[in-house]
């Protein structure tokens, strides 16, 4: 039996609630064009995001360790894949449209540069003059102009909501861009990748701190919300084994996940929310965790960034990348030539530094580290 876009758009309007972002109301695309025959707008921007050079690029991005430091830590793209499927979860779970809330999990950090957040705040200094650099609004430039993969226009020419949901991701780290619709909104879809992305970099950064031997697990009866999973789940902090951690992972997560879905059904349910612009005019995010589960989060967050993102092995990581980058960008800004020469027309097009920037903030680390040798080893020509 053969399942046409049709067929799928009909059965979502049978099976999601009423404030889901249905495929065939989509606002649209900036250049017109033709919808598959067997995929849903969504299904088509999700697939496009995926097939990006953007995307394979964020294998070798840092999420929080970098990539040369071992194989079994997080990366970018893992952390994209994890926050795609929480927000499938979560989606499915609420009845909202899966597809979308992939789609813009999948792209959220597309522009992010290499090194993490160190990287981002080193690019944001360099550029300043041209409006500094913030890994969302960089997203939307690969999406719309930085991907050259169709013949008639550049980027990905995705649908409107998907390009708002990239746009208006907002976390503790991320602001969303104010210039799209400020006063409304984005879809719950949206809102949810919001949510998805905080819960897995908490459980993930956890996870992979304790890996690194960065946090001893004894210190985690530092934090209520941990103390009481150890506690409810028999696990013997001075005896931690690779099983336990992965048990308290698995658990901390599946609780973020269940809490989410309960605050935010009763959030809709007190809203009395009946479409999707209902979501949009709604004065607050409808997406939401419970009052309990927002405190517990915050703790988990304050005793990551004192144990691990301000550890001494961050921080010398951080001055590192903000040396090596740094040094590349000043290189590139002071003889243009040495620039690749698809990146020279770029810099003639849209100004030397944006050009300069948005290459940079292509690099993987490992690419970042080999041009750095390229251009300043001694006794290396090429």
Same mark, same amino acid.
């Given at each position: 039996?053969?399942?046409? !876009? ?10 999601? %609630? ?45 999420? #929080? ?5 071992? =194989? ?17 979860? #979560?989606?499915? %779970?609420? @009845? ?19 090194? @993490? ?13 041209? @409006? ?32 708002? @949901? ?30 998805? =992305? ?37 696990? =013997? ?20 996940? =269940? ?14 929310? %009946?479409? #999707? ?19 517990? %989060? ?17 921080? !010398? ?66």
């Amino acid at each position: 039996m053969l399942h046409r !876009r049709i067929d799928l758009e009909t059965r979502e309007h049978a099976h999601l %609630a009423p404030y889901a972002a249905f495929a065939d109301a989509t606002r649209g695309r900036m250049h017109p064009e033709e919808e598959s025959e067997f995929r849903t707008a969504f299904q088509k921007d999700r697939d496009r995001v995926v097939h990006t050079t953007a995307f394979r690029r964020l294998e070798y991005k840092t999420q #929080v360790f970098v990539n040369d430091e071992g =194989d079994h830590y997080r990366t970018r793209l893992t952390h994209t894949l994890e926050v795609a499927q929480v927000a499938k979860a #979560v989606s499915r %779970a609420l @009845g909202v449209n899966e597809d979308l809330a992939e789609t813009i999990a999948l792209a959220h950090d597309l522009g992010h540069p290499p090194f @993490g957040h160190a990287g981002e705040s080193t690019l944001n200094r360099l550029a300043d003059a041209e @409006g500094g650099f913030d890994h969302n609004k960089q997203s939307l430039r690969i999406v719309t102009k930085l991907e050259l993969r169709y013949p008639h226009f550049e980027g990905l020419n995705l649908t409107w909501e998907t390009l708002e @949901g990239i746009m208006k991701h907002e976390t503790e780290y991320d602001l969303p861009d104010g210039a799209w619709e400020p006063d409304k909104r984005p879809t719950l879809e949206a809102q949810l990748v919001n949510l998805a =992305d905080e819960m897995a970099y908490n459980a993930h950064d956890l996870d992979d701190g304790l890996r690194a031997g960065i946090l001893d697990p004894r210190s985690l009866r530092e934090v209520p919300l941990l103390e009481s999973l150890v506690s409810r789940l028999a696990i =013997d902090l001075d005896a931690f084994s690779p099983h336990d951690r992965a048990l308290l992972i698995r658990e901390l997560l599946g609780a973020s996940i =269940d809490d989410v879905i309960q605050a935010t059904h009763a959030r809709l349910e007190d809203a009395g929310v %009946a479409s #999707v612009d209902d979501v949009r005019e709604h004065p607050e995010p409808l997406a939401r965790q419970s009052d309990e589960g927002h405190a517990a %989060a915050r703790a988990l967050k304050a005793f990551l960034f004192e144990k691990l993102y301000r550890h001494h092995r961050q921080i !010398r990581m951080a001055r590192k990348a903000d040396r090596l980058l740094s040094e590349i960008h000043a290189a590139y800004l002071s003889e243009p030539t040495m620039l690749p020469p698809d990146w020279q027309g770029a810099a003639s097009e849209r100004g030397l530094l944006r050009a300069v920037t948005d290459y940079l903030a292509g690099f993987t680390d490992r690419y970042a580290n080999d041009e750095y040798r390229r251009l300043f080893a001694p006794g290396r020509l090429t």
